[in-house]
């Protein structure tokens, strides 16, 4: 049985920042692409990051607009793992954050669609405060 486990999040202020790591177990994702979604309050869950296997121990990653720049996504391939650092973090990236991974060798153009990833965690809240 696959289980991804998010862990990390919390209370920050604004401008600070939080990491938050996913820990897969059951299958191994080391080819396959893993990222982060959220959900905020009264919104739709929106694509936050991701990352696609390009070869040997080398991922290609993506941004949503709103993260780039602050956000930063990584893969421990030994670990069968995926991290987010978030650095000046905004009120407005207050969410569940959801560890996504699919079994699909996916392309650029449909790698930030949630229905691409059938594989979920829990969520892990994080909340940033004025």
């Known amino acids: 049985q696959v289980k991804l486990v998010e862990s990390g999040g919390g209370v920050v202020q604004a401008g600070g920042s939080l990491r938050l790591v996913c820990a897969a177990s059951?299958?191994?994702?080391?080819?396959?692409?893993m990222g982060w979604f959220r959900q905020a309050p009264g919104k739709e869950r929106e694509f936050v990051a991701t990352?696609?296997?390009?070869?040997?121990?080398?991922?290609?990653?993506f941004y949503a607009d709103s993260v780039k720049g602050r956000f930063t996504i990584s893969r421990d391939a030994a670990e069968n793992s995926v991290s987010l650092q978030m650095n000046s973090l905004r009120v407005e990236d207050t969410a569940v954050y959801y560890c996504?991974?699919?079994?699909?060798?996916?392309?650029?153009?449909?790698?930030?669609?949630?229905?691409?990833?059938?594989?979920w965690g829990q969520g892990a809240q994080v909340t940033v405060s004025t």
């Open positions: 996504a991974a699919s079994s699909m060798r996916l392309i650029s153009g449909t790698i930030s669609n949630q229905g691409n990833y059938e594989y």
């Open positions: 059951g299958r191994t994702f080391s080819d396959y692409p």
């Open positions: 990352t696609r296997w390009i070869g040997g121990m080398a991922y290609q990653k």
